[in-house]
């Protein structure tokens, strides 16, 4: 039994006694000490189906933790290890991070690098790690030279994560939020510009005046397709999240009349070798102290309130649950 928070259709979620199965063939138990609120654990704890595809389920898309059991055929993870897994069904098709115990799938498990603390890897979570693949991705069509870079829902997880990370590697951030009173926090974070969401959330020509080198974006919805519209010759977006809309209302004429690349990135399915090169780069360019300074932390039971905020934009940077607080 793992004292855990359930999400179930016939009852609110709530703080409780869970039943968790040893690890099967390919798989790890994690003693978990640290989780995070993300957007789809919000959606879990709603019950959206899309998310929490089992019932009941534990949402918690993070784990981060100790390794203390291996089930057969496990290779490349010790009993021992502190590790972190992100995604890979976690508080969607299988009982997440929200949890004294998780079962993990072990070829998404990534041993943490020397200097990366349980607390901080909770902080970068999923959000975190989605934005280290999203500047990967750019990074591969886009130079610092080449131009400032937009980040959209720049006070969201992926945001403000996105924003430190490139500003790291030396690129000129711009950083677009609904909550233009985080902008001192965001400048912090090291963007050079702070421009309002409402630029861009309303549809607008299909091609606009060129304006940034790149872009990551996790809003979806008019908001990429007016990026798109603004983004320069040769100029790549990354896409990670539909935050504003799905859909997405575009034309082909920013693809043939300035070779703009859309990218897109999905964190849950990442293979290993990408899982670890990230969370390299994460431990190499993030700044600890950076992201402290939009980190809270909360308990279990706090979590259930948390999630419903985060969906619905009301909580700026990344809120860390520790598991073991009562």
Known sequence: MTRAVLVSRSAPPAVTEVDLPDPAEGEVLVDVTTSSVNYKDGLALAGNPGVARVDPLVPGIDVVGTVSALGPGVHGVAIGDRVTCNGAGLGETRHGGWASHAVVPADAVVVLPDGIEDSFAAAIGTAGFTAQLSVLALE?????????????????????????????????????????????????????????????????????????????????????????????????????????????????????????????????????????RAWERLAADLDPALLADVTRTVSLSDAIAVGPEVVAGRVHGRTVVDVTAR
């Open 140 to 276: 591969r069509m886009v130079a610092p030279d080449d131009g400032p870079v937009l980040v959209t829902g720049a006070s969201g997880g992926v945001g403000t994560v996105a924003i430190a990370l490139l500003a790291a590697r030396g690129f000129s951030v711009t950083a677009s939020t609904g909550r233009v009173s985080n902008a001192d926090s965001l400048r912090r974070l090291g963007a050079t510009e702070v421009v309002d969401r409402a630029e861009l959330s309303d549809l607008g020509k299909p091609l606009q005046r060129a304006r940034w080198a790149g872009a990551v974006d996790s809003v979806g919805g008019a908001t990429l397709a007016n990026v798109l519209a603004a983004t320069r010759w040769g100029g790549a977006v990354t896409a990670c999240g539909l935050a504003q809309d799905s859909a997405l209302p575009t034309t082909v004429m920013p693809f043939i009349l300035r070779a703009v690349s859309l990218l897109g990135v999905n964190s849950v399915e990442a293979p290993r070798a990408l899982r670890q």
